[in-house]
Nanobody, 111 residues
Framework: VQLVESGGGLVQTGGSLRLSCAAS????????MEWWRQYPGGSREVVAT????????NYADSVKGRFTISRDNSKNTVALQMDNLKPEDSALYFC?????WGQGTQVTVSS
């Protein structure tokens, strides 16, 4: 199993970023996918989840209305569109499938 995130970077408050996760090594369209983030202190929280077919999506309260998760089962990718970013969104963002994690992509939002 391999999960490779991309799309992180430095953005100003109110800006947008789109994260992408390329998955391989498993039957992608059979699994729920998730985006998590980890803060500098080490705490980690789930940001958004999407069911195997994209029909069910869930978001952390802190990102509802600003972030959108999506997937393309034909390309084995899952994305996280992040709009109206805030400094508190700064974290290392991970793609997750079950016990497997990507290496993370850093998002930094300047005030």
């Amino acid at each position: 199993v391999q999960l490779v995130e991309s799309g992180g970077g430095l953005v100003q408050t109110g800006g947008s970023l789109r994260l992408s996760c390329a998955a391989s090594g498993f039957t992608f369209d059979s699994h729920q996918m998730e985006w998590w983030r980890q803060y500098p202190g080490g705490s980690r929280e789930v940001v958004a989840t999407i069911s195997w077919n994209g029909a069910s999506k869930n978001y952390a309260d802190s990102v509802k209305g600003r972030f959108t998760i999506s997937r393309d089962n034909s390309k084995n990718t899952v994305a996280l569109q992040m709009d109206n970013l805030k400094p508190e969104d700064s974290a290392l963002y991970f793609c997750n499938m079950g016990l497997f994690w990507g290496q993370g992509t850093q998002v930094t939002v300047s005030s």
